[in-house]
Each structure stands twice: as structure tokens, then as C-alpha cells.
């Protein structure tokens, strides 16, 4: 996730600077909060703080409570409880009527497996990952042990921090949560020490193939870089499909569509869009494309051309089934009255996440429940 990628890059420029720094992790949440589980923030001792723990109103304390665990290196768990109306107390005026946890850990540049360098473990293949956070909410003032484990898909890591007696038990449970896919909380026994473990399942970025590098496409891979994903464009016309013309892209290919395919790693938090404006290129494209393991095709235009090409593929012998069909979204993007490039950029990335967040894009004033899915489940 593009949060974890912005920590590492800072903590590797904080190294370079010489700068000591802290990270501020959201371990649990009861009740309503602008961020959940899982959030993270780097604090560096010159005040640079990169990530969010919550819409801003904690970070000023955070900050605070961050260079104190610097200076005395050691892990603590703060906790602030606005249930109480007269929040105001607390100073941070979160409004959120909730009590949030966080851990604040120094980090220890000469542990090679400090939690930032987990969180780096984590992000270095495209693969998912389960991190795992110890802390003790009965003893605040207690063993923290932070951020300690993480299970890859093939293999495992964790640091000094993670007490002996309870490793095979928070393996075990890690590999359900990854298998599982879903994030929770749990509570173990270590000697006299109870402690509860925050399990944090996460995938890799979104991948985004833009097929077709005419304007309209610059401001989608715009878009697609500020919400931090990785994004391909890729076009026959080499005048068009250019590194100065899409700055911000990582990668940008001059390939016809057979060799788009050979050229990116595909895997579920791969989406494409179609947006040559070239019929036949889409039209092969999506034949490709028809098999490929992709939750989200969107294609740009009206309906009557995407059932033209899903009339001529079944002529060609490449009929697609409704599983199939399913996953294809055109007139690509939500209905948000867009007109302009930049509006239309906009609904499309939005459909997107949408999409892949198996939500329904309704107004959230419709919503009669959290904002946020519960994804975080606790077990005893």
C-alpha cells in the first residue's frame, strides 16, 4: 500500500540525514475513528511526519508522544478516548466519538529486522502479507513488543521482540489470516504477560495498465499517482507513449497488445483501461484480456461498441462467458456527470476502487451503517 512504500522512503532518508525516528501505529479502535487498524505513521525528531493515524486532529500529540519513546527508547500505547463529550480535554478535539490505540515504537536502525524494515519486507514483492503487532492494553506501561512477525507467502520473519512461548501460536494464526484474507485481533498469555496481537492483512498496490497514451489518459495516470499505484501506459504510437508526455507513469511501453502482456506481472490488484480510441488495438486487447485473471477491464466508450466487440470475439470464436463479461466496465467509470478529461479520469478511478473495495459507490449519507467495513474481527 502506497502508505507503507511513503515509510520506507522516509525512513531511508531519515537514515541519510541522521535523524532518529519513531513509527505511530493504530493497533485498535473501539467505537468511531477517521482511521483504522493498521494505520501508520513515521515521526522523524525534526518533526517530519509521513502517513496519517488520523484526519490530523491526533497528530500534534502523536508527535509529541513520538519523540518521547525516541528519547527513551521504548515502546508505549497511548490511548485517547473521546466518548466523552468534553473531548476538548485531551487537546486533539477528534470528534469521532472513539477510543483509539496506538503503539509508538523507536525504531532501532542496528536491528535488521526493526519494524520498518518488516513493513519494507512486505512490500518488496507483489504479494500479500500478514503484519503482526504486540502490544498489552491491560499493562500500558508495560512489555510492548511492537511490531515484530510477518508472514510471507512463502516464508517468515520476525525480530528479538516476539516472546518464544507464544512464535507457534502467532504462526499459526498468522497463516490463517493470510489465507483467510482477513485482519483481526487476538489475545495471548506470555508467562504473567497478557498481551493482545494485531494481525494486518495487506495486498499490494493497484496495478493500473492504461492502454492508450492520449491526453485523456494523462490526467487518469495523474490520479492513479496520487492514490499511489502502479501505473503502466502502454500504446502503439511512439510519439504518444513517451516518459515525458506520462512523467509520473513507472512504466511506459510502446508494445502492440500481445506484447503488453508479455511485458507486466498480472496478478488481482491488476485493472486495465482501454482508452486507445483505436478500435482493432482494443478489440485485440480484449481478446487477450478475456482469460486473464483481472477483477476490472474498463473500456472506454459507449455501449453499443462494447457489445459490437463482444459480438465480433464470439464470430471469432472467442464468445465470453457472463463471469467474464462481468468483470468488463464500459462506458467505463461512475455516473458523476463527467464531461471533461479530468472528470472522466476521475469517475473511472473511482469505479476502480469501487470495484476492487466491493463496495457500491452510494452516497455515504445512504449508508445505515459504519463508513468503514468491518474487516477487523476479534478473537478470544
Not at 528479538?160 to 497463516?175: F, G, Q, W
Amino acid at each position: 500500500m502506497k502508505e507503507i512504500a511513503d515509510i520506507v522512503k522516509a525512513y531511508k532518508n531519515a537514515l541519510k540525514a541522521g535523524l532518529q525516528v519513531a513509527l505511530a501505529t493504530v493497533v485498535q479502535v473501539e467505537g468511531s475513528s477517521y482511521r483504522r487498524p493498521g494505520a501508520r505513521m513515521l515521526v522523524a525528531e525534526n518533526g517530519q511526519l509521513t502517513g496519517a493515524i488520523s484526519g490530523g486532529c491526533l497528530e500534534g500529540d502523536a508527535l509529541r508522544k513520538a519523540l518521547l519513546a525516541i528519547h527513551e527508547q521504548k515502546n508505549k500505547i497511548v490511548t485517547y478516548d473521546t466518548t466523552d463529550e468534553d473531548d476538548a480535554k485531551f487537546g486533539v478535539q477528534l470528534g469521532c466519538n472513539g477510543i483509539v490505540h496506538i503503539l509508538f515504537e523507536p525504531i532501532d536502525n542496528e536491528d535488521e529486522n526493526n519494524p520498518v524494515q518488516l513493513l519494507q519486507n512486505s512490500i518488496c514483492e507483489r504479494k500479500n502479507a500478514v503484519i503482526v503487532t504486540l502490544f498489552s492494553l491491560n499493562e500500558p506501561k508495560g512489555f510492548h513488543p511492537g511490531t515484530c512477525f510477518l508472514q510471507l507467502e512463502k516464508n517468515e520473519i520476525s525480530n528479538d521482540n516476539l516472546p518464544a512461548e507464544i512464535r507457534l501460536s502467532i504462526k499459526t494464526e498468522a497463516v490463517n489470516v493470510f489465507y483467510g484474507r482477513q485482519s483481526n485481533t487476538k489475545q495471548y498469555c506470555a508467562g504473567r504477560l497478557q498481551l493482545n496481537a494485531f494481525f494486518s492483512f495487506t495486498q499490494p498496490v493497484v496495478q493500473i495498465i492504461i492502454a492508450g497514451a492520449g491526453n485523456d489518459a494523462i490526467p487518469l495516470a495523474a490520479i492513479a499517482n496520487l492514490m499511489g499505484w502502479f501505473t503502466v501506459i502502454a500504446d502503439g504510437r511512439a510519439d504518444h507513449a513517451t516518459k515525458q508526455r506520462f512523467p509520473m507513469a513507472q512504466k511506459v511501453l510502446i508494445a502492440k497488445p500481445a506484447q503488453i502482456i508479455n511485458q507486466i506481472s498480472i496478478d488481482e490488484q491488476t485493472v486495465f483501461v482501454l482508452t486507445t480510441h483505436n478500435y482493432n488495438y482494443d478489440l485485440e486487447l480484449l481478446k487477450l484480456l478475456r482469460n486473464i485473471d483481472t477483477n476490472y477491464i474498463g473500456l472506454l466508450g459507449p455501449k453499443k461498441k462494447m457489445q459490437r466487440m463482444f459480438d465480433e470475439l464470439k464470430e471469432l470464436g472467442f464468445g465470453l462467458s457472463n463471469e467474464q463479461r462481468n468483470k468488463i466496465y464500459g462506458p467505463v467509470g461512475l455516473d458523476i456527470g463527467a464531461e471533461t478529461a479530468e472528470e472522466i479520469a476521475l469517475s473511472i478511478a473511482a469505479e476502480i476502487k469501487t470495484v476492487l473495495s466491493a463496495r457500491n459507490g452510494q452516497p455515504l449519507k445512504m449508508e445505515n451503517g459504519p463508513i468503514h467495513e468491518r474487516i477487523i474481527r476479534l478473537v478470544s
